[in-house]
């Protein structure tokens, strides 16, 4: 039998480095897995769902190899200047430092895009987007906003950070994304912190995978902002996360 030559530092190496790397190289280039925290993208997702994030397609978009698509849904970093103004956009670690918590919502528009929103419709290059894949979930539940400011504008002052616009043209190498809750509370979007940079994006949910079953009904309560109930029967919950018929074909491409 052939007897290990490892010194202490091959060992260090074989035992304990070689695993990190491995596991960070898995990570960071080929995919990762994301948990979903609160309710911002009911009824698509819910609260304590983890998706599956393919990172190699983020780093070919970041090198100019495609791009993301009108309906993916995307896990990012809110910009800065917003993280620093809104309490739920930034955490304390140990309160030694603060740090900008991962969001996930729907991109909506992208760059050259003209996005309007009114009386809760969203539209996009002058065409309205069937959004019934979530807006009829909210309309059952009694919650679908259409009168607030966040329903009637691109972007709202009600952060202190952007001005109220019906309509905004989203800047180059920038993503215009919402949550699919479309209740008065229910997401903390682009509509208040705008459009989110390329760098800051993270990747594109791609599946469910966890947990293994849900129930097929959750009942809202538009008032806690919370799910109160779980009805129906349960069904297998691994899936593709496809985008909604709405964006096929997608809406005319903006002027350059």
Same mark, same amino acid.
């Given at each position: 039998?052939?007897?290990?030559?490892?010194?202490?530092?091959?060992?260090?190496?074989?035992?304990?480095?070689?695993?990190?790397?491995?596991?960070?190289?898995?990570?960071?280039?080929?995919?990762?897995?994301?948990?979903?925290?609160?309710?911002?993208?009911?009824?698509?997702?819910?609260?304590?769902?983890?998706?599956?994030?393919?990172?190699?397609?983020?780093?070919?978009?970041?090198?100019?190899?495609?791009?993301?698509?009108?309906?993916?849904?995307?896990?990012?970093?809110?910009?800065?200047?917003?993280?620093?103004?809104?309490?739920?956009?930034?955490?304390?670690?140990?309160?030694?430092?603060?740090?900008?918590?991962?969001?996930?919502?729907?991109?909506? %528009? =992208?760059? @050259?895009?003209? +996005?309007?929103?009114?009386?809760?419709? *969203?539209?996009?290059? $002058?065409?309205?987007?069937?959004?019934?894949?979530?807006t009829d979930y909210w309309r059952e539940q009694g919650c679908w906003d259409t009168q607030s400011d966040l329903a009637n504008n691109a972007t709202?002052?009600?952060a202190g950070i952007l001005q109220d616009q019906p309509e905004i043209t989203v800047p180059a190498g920038q993503y215009f994304v919402m949550g699919?809750?479309?209740?008065?509370?229910?997401?903390?979007?682009?509509?208040?912190?705008?459009?989110?940079?390329?760098?800051?994006?993270?990747?594109?949910?791609?599946?469910?995978?966890?947990?293994?079953?849900?129930?097929?009904?959750?009942?809202?309560?538009?008032?806690?902002?919370?799910?109160? %109930? =779980?009805? @129906?029967?349960? +069904?297998?919950?691994?899936?593709?996360? *496809?985008?909604?018929? $709405?964006?096929?074909?997608?809406?005319?491409?903006?002027?350059?």
């Amino acid at each position: 039998m052939n007897k290990s030559t490892l010194g202490p530092l091959g060992k260090l190496w074989k035992e304990l480095l070689e695993p990190l790397v491995f596991a960070l190289v898995i990570t960071q280039f080929l995919g990762t897995l994301v948990g979903v925290s609160g309710v911002s993208m009911m009824p698509t997702l819910r609260d304590r769902e983890r998706v599956f994030v393919p990172k190699y397609e983020t780093w070919l978009h970041k090198v100019g190899v495609g791009n993301f698509q009108r309906g993916d849904i995307l896990i990012f970093k809110p910009p800065r200047e917003a993280a620093a103004q809104i309490p739920n956009l930034h955490k304390s670690a140990l309160g030694l430092w603060t740090y900008r918590p991962s969001l996930i919502k729907r991109l909506i %528009g =992208l760059p @050259g895009d003209r +996005v309007r929103v009114s009386g809760g419709e *969203v539209f996009v290059n $002058g065409v309205k987007l069937d959004s019934s894949w979530t807006t009829d979930y909210w309309r059952e539940q009694g919650c679908w906003d259409t009168q607030s400011d966040l329903a009637n504008n691109a972007t709202s002052s009600g952060a202190g950070i952007l001005q109220d616009q019906p309509e905004i043209t989203v800047p180059a190498g920038q993503y215009f994304v919402m949550g699919d809750n479309r209740t008065a509370g229910g997401s903390e979007d682009s509509r208040l912190f705008g459009p989110v940079p390329l760098r800051d994006i993270a990747g594109r949910a791609a599946a469910v995978v966890w947990p293994i079953t849900r129930r097929t009904n959750a009942r809202y309560d538009c008032a806690r902002e919370s799910v109160v %109930g =779980l009805s @129906g029967k349960a +069904v297998l919950n691994w899936r593709v996360l *496809v985008r909604p018929p $709405g964006f096929t074909p997608p809406q005319k491409a903006a002027s350059k």
